[in-house]
Structure formats: C-alpha cells, structure tokens
C-alpha cells in the first residue's frame, strides 16, 4: 500500500510539472509613460515572470513578478530646476486572464510595486491587458499604474510574452 501511494505520488508530482510548464511565461513590455511623469519620463520598460494555472476552462489564476523601469528625459537635464531621477519598481502581483475566443484573451495584474531608489516611493500595482495567443507566444496590449500617496505613475504599452 506504501509503495502505490509513493508511486501515486511521484507520477502526481511528475504531471503537475509539466502542467506547470504550459502556464509559465517570461513577458518584455515597452512603452509610454503617461500622467504624473509624462512631462519628465519618456520611456518605459518591463520584464516578467508569471505562472498561472486553469481554473476553469476559460480562466487562469496565477502570480508574477517583475521589474518596472521609467526612463528619464535626458533633455531636461539642461536645466537644474528639473532635476529627477529614473523611476525603478520590483512588483509582485496576483494574475488573471480569461480567454476570450480561441487566440484573445483579456486579463489584470494587481499586487505592489516597491520602489527602488530615493524618487520611487512604492504603491498599488495594476496592469489590465488585452493579447493574442499565437501559440509560444503572446502579443499584448497593457496599461500599467503604479499608484502610491496620490500620485500615479504610468505607461501605455505593446509586449510580448514568451511559453515555457
């Protein structure tokens, strides 16, 4: 009876990995800083790793992490009044994404971004997003807000997600 529950085991473990390798994604985001640094930042840029999971069939829950970087406007730095920094974030967020049809599929992020650096304070992570699957990859449409003391830092942006 030990040895067919250890072999249960070891065979349940051996297909959960592999199931787990479906749902995990590596994702490279780029885009437009928007409200708050839209005057001082002109470049946004991300990388991810999520890890979702069916929860039904059109549903996956899951959990990412990441790093959020707004990069500078160089030519503000001519003038001293202007003096600011780049804007750097480790996020930790749940994930939800729900298949639309076949390849689209719609979703969320939210969990918080702590801030790196003297001019990032940390804040409510959020990042709705529409894709399309076409197959090892996904194509995405986000918005990303970092909210944190009333002032909102975000992006609008295109990515791109890679399956393991």
């Known amino acids: 009876m030990k040895k067919l529950f250890l072999l249960m085991a070891i065979l349940g473990l051996g297909l959960t990995s592999v199931k787990a390798q479906k749902h995990f994604t590596f994702g490279l985001n780029a885009g437009i800083p928007l409200s708050d640094v839209e005057d001082t930042h002109n470049f946004y840029g991300s990388a991810d790793i999520a890890y979702r999971v069916d929860i039904i069939k059109l549903l996956d829950i899951g959990g990412a992490i990441g790093y959020s970087h707004f990069f500078k406007d160089n030519d503000?730095?001519?003038?001293?009044?202007?003096?600011?920094?780049?804007?750097?974030?480790?996020?930790?967020?749940?994930?939800?994404?729900?298949?639309?049809?076949?390849?689209?599929?719609?979703?969320?992020?939210?969990g918080y971004a702590i801030g790196l650096g003297s001019d990032s304070d940390g804040g409510l992570f959020l990042r709705p997003h529409l894709g399309v699957n076409l197959g090892i990859a996904n194509v995405l449409v986000s918005y990303t807000n970092i909210s944190a003391d009333g002032d909102n830092v975000a992006s609008i942006n295109g990515g791109v997600e890679i399956k393991f």
């Open 76 to 110: 503000l730095q001519i003038f001293d009044a202007f003096d600011h920094d780049d804007l750097q974030f480790i996020t930790a967020a749940g994930t939800a994404r729900l298949r639309i049809l076949a390849i689209l599929f719609a979703g969320t992020d939210l």
